[in-house]
Every structure is written in structure tokens, then in C-alpha cells.
């Protein structure tokens, strides 16, 4: 059971981490920016990572991200990714801290009920068969990092690897396909702070296996820098591939709660990548998830997100997800159905015409 410190309403839908109600979150009280900075701060000081993004009014400016972090000299951004050594800004670009698998096809992904992969949709020019592409693999790339900080992370155990000094070249990793792999899915973390890494991973692969399908996706949380984004999607669009956004929350404070930084860079992002969909309507560019997070990711944070979506285009498909108790926020309970369904609704009436209800087995 959680208090929310401002209104001192009690109630199992307030994670004692955050220690405030959604409530008090969408009103933006001023007097709760300090405490959600401490509870933030206190989740990232055991990896050795800056409570908020750096801004050393010395240091060298990352341009990756929205966080923009300016690093001092022996210091770390924001991800814990990028650092600056000698007087330049390192990592992520040409070698990676980055772990791979190979994940027979169709696969859980949150675009699996739309993309050739999971459905044979754009056969013969994107997909290997007309339905599911069972006997083919996806090359499923986790970089391990975040330019987020999500206090119920699903993947928390990334930041324990932080550290570890894996030099991973976008040759060895372009290596890994072979040829039964029909798609490359970049995911993590967040590919984000690894992206230029990953866009050279994409060329090599793509320019070694020219006249065959290989599609090129990527899940993030879309903070990227918008030219990085354009050239995602140019690969994805010439691929097959797609981008999937997580859409975390709607509300600015909210989204600040929940993850420490602001979404206004995803939600431009995402309109960016809306504009190009046009110009391959059998696949989907762009797919959209949010994880329903009990007493927090509610119905009406839902209706806002599914209204901005729609505003782009109401047929872009849209992924709800189950949420299960874990990492900082493992003191509250697991999505009901009913929330679940509430949502759908939620988003229909925001007038989407293509949303699903994902790992439905995590509903309680």
C-alpha cells in the first residue's frame, strides 16, 4: 500500500518508489520536482550513473539524444554510454557494448500481428511467405544502455553490464546474419545511444546480402537525434522494416515520474516518422506500444496517447502491453483485464482503427 506524499491518499496503485498518485503527477505540483529528482537519483547512483543528464558548462556536447548531455572530461552521459576522453566524446559509434541472438520467426515483438515476419504481409517483395515466416529467424540486437531512466524497466539488468568493456565491431555484428535470418530488430536499453553503431551494422548486412530480404526494425523510446531518424528510415522504409515507438506516457510530468527525462523529443519524433508512411502502405513504417502501468498508465493517459496517434493517422496499429512488477516498481500489481480492455476502448474512441491487446498472458 502507497501514500502519495502530497495528497496523502493511500492506495496499492501508488508505488512506494514514487511515493505520489497520478493525480498529483498530471497537476505538475512544483514541490514534487525535488522528490521525484531524489527517487531517480537514488536509482541510478548504484551503477554509477548522473542523476540527470550532464551539463557542464565545460564539457563537450552529445548530440545523439534530446538529452543533450555536456560531459566533462572523464565523465559519462546521461546513458552511461557516452563519455568524453582526451577532449572527444566516445562510444557507441564504432564499436559497442551490445549482446545478440538469433529468435526464430514468427516472435513476440510488438509489430508481429502487422509485420511480413508475423503475418507474410508485402509477400513476395518483403516477406519469404505468404503467412507467418516460420523457418526464419530474426537477428534480435540488444544494446545495452538507455538515454531513459524507467523506474519499472523490464530490461533493468542492462546497467549491470554497463561497465563491462565490450568492443563490438559493426562488422562482427553484421556477421551474425546468415542466411535463414529474414530481419535485424534493434532493441535494448535503447538502441538510441548505440545508433550510429547500429546504422552501420544495417549498411554492412544490408550491402552483404543484396537480392535476398533482410528488413531492417527498431524498438526505442524515439529520444534520437531527428537526423539519425531520417536515416532509420530510409533503411527501414527500403528494408521493410519498421520502427516501433514506446509511447511510455502522455503527460509531460508524468512521463518525467516514470522515466526522469521528457518525451517531447519522441512524440516530435514520431510525428516525423508518421509522415513517411505513405510511402509504403502495404507495411507499416511506424507501430506504436504502451505498457499499461497500474495507477499510473491509465485509461485517460491512453485516450491521449491514441488521440495524438490518430491525429498522425488513425490507421497506424497500436500495442498495448501488460505490465508485470518489476525492477524499482515490483510493489504493484499486474494489468487486469479489465484495465486492459478499458484501454482498447479508450483508444478506439480516440479514433485508431488497429489496436491490439499484447502479452495478454501477463493480465491478471
Same mark, same amino acid.
Given at each position: 500500500m502507497g501514500v502519495c506524499i502530497h495528497c496523502g491518499t493511500s492506495s496499492p496503485l501508488i508505488s512506494k518508489t514514487i511515493g505520489v498518485c497520478v493525480t498529483c503527477l498530471r497537476a505538475g505540483y512544483d514541490s514534487l520536482a525535488e522528490? %521525484? %529528482?531524489e527517487v531517480h537519483e537514488k536509482s541510478r547512483k548504484p551503477f554509477g550513473l548522473p542523476a540527470l543528464p550532464p551539463q557542464d558548462p565545460e564539457g563537450i556536447t552529445c548530440q545523439l539524444c534530446a538529452n543533450s548531455c555536456?560531459?566533462?572530461?572523464?565523465?559519462?552521459? *546521461?546513458?552511461g554510454i557516452r563519455s568524453v576522453t582526451g577532449g572527444k566524446i566516445r562510444g557507441g559509434t564504432r564499436e559497442a557494448n551490445v549482446d545478440w541472438y538469433h529468435d526464430p520467426l514468427p516472435t513476440n515483438c510488438v509489430a508481429d500481428w502487422v509485420c511480413p515476419g508475423g503475418t507474410g504481409r508485402g509477400y513476395p517483395h518483403y516477406a519469404y511467405t505468404q503467412g507467418p515466416e516460420h523457418g526464419y529467424k530474426n537477428l534480435a540486437v540488444f544494446y545495452n544502455g538507455c538515454s531513459f531512466n524507467c523506474l519499472y524497466c523490464q530490461n533493468w539488468h542492462f546497467r549491470e553490464r554497463l561497465a563491462a568493456q565490450k568492443r563490438v565491431l559493426a562488422s562482427e555484428l553484421a556477421s551474425a546474419v546468415d542466411s535463414k535470418t529474414a530481419c535485424i530488430c534493434y532493441f535494448g536499453g535503447d538502441p538510441t545511444p548505440h545508433l550510429v553503431h547500429s546504422i552501420n551494422v544495417s549498411r554492412v548486412a544490408v550491402q552483404e546480402n543484396q537480392g535476398r530480404i533482410l528488413r531492417v526494425c527498431w524498438e526505442t523510446n524515439g529520444s534520437m537525434n531527428p537526423a539519425l531518424l531520417s536515416r532509420m528510415i530510409d533503411i527501414s522504409l527500403e528494408s521493410g522494416g519498421c520502427i516501433k515507438f514506446d509511447l511510455k506516457a502522455w503527460t509531460e510530468n508524468l512521463h518525467r515520474a516514470l522515466c526522469g527525462v521528457s518525451n517531447e523529443r519522441t512524440l516530435d519524433n514520431f510525428k516525423r516518422v508518421a509522415q513517411s508512411i505513405y510511402k509504403r502502405p502495404e507495411v507499416p513504417l511506424v507501430v506504436a506500444s504502451t505498457l499499461l502501468v497500474p495507477g499510473y498508465v491509465d485509461k485517460k493517459e491512453v485516450y491521449q496517447i491514441a488521440s495524438f496517434?490518430?491525429?498522425?493517422?488513425?490507421?497506424?496499429? *497500436?500495442?498495448? %502491453?501488460?505490465? *508485470?512488477p518489476h525492477f524499482l516498481m515490483g510493489d504493484l500489481p499486474r494489468t487486469t483485464r479489465e484495465q486492459a480492455e478499458e484501454c482498447r476502448e479508450a483508444a478506439r474512441e480516440a479514433g485508431l482503427t488497429r489496436i491490439r491487446i499484447g502479452n495478454e498472458h501477463l493480465l491478471s
Open positions: 522528490h %521525484l %529528482l555536456q560531459i566533462a572530461e572523464g565523465g559519462i552521459g *546521461y546513458c496517434i490518430s491525429r498522425c493517422s488513425p490507421d497506424i496499429p *497500436y500495442t498495448l %502491453l501488460g505490465f *508485470y
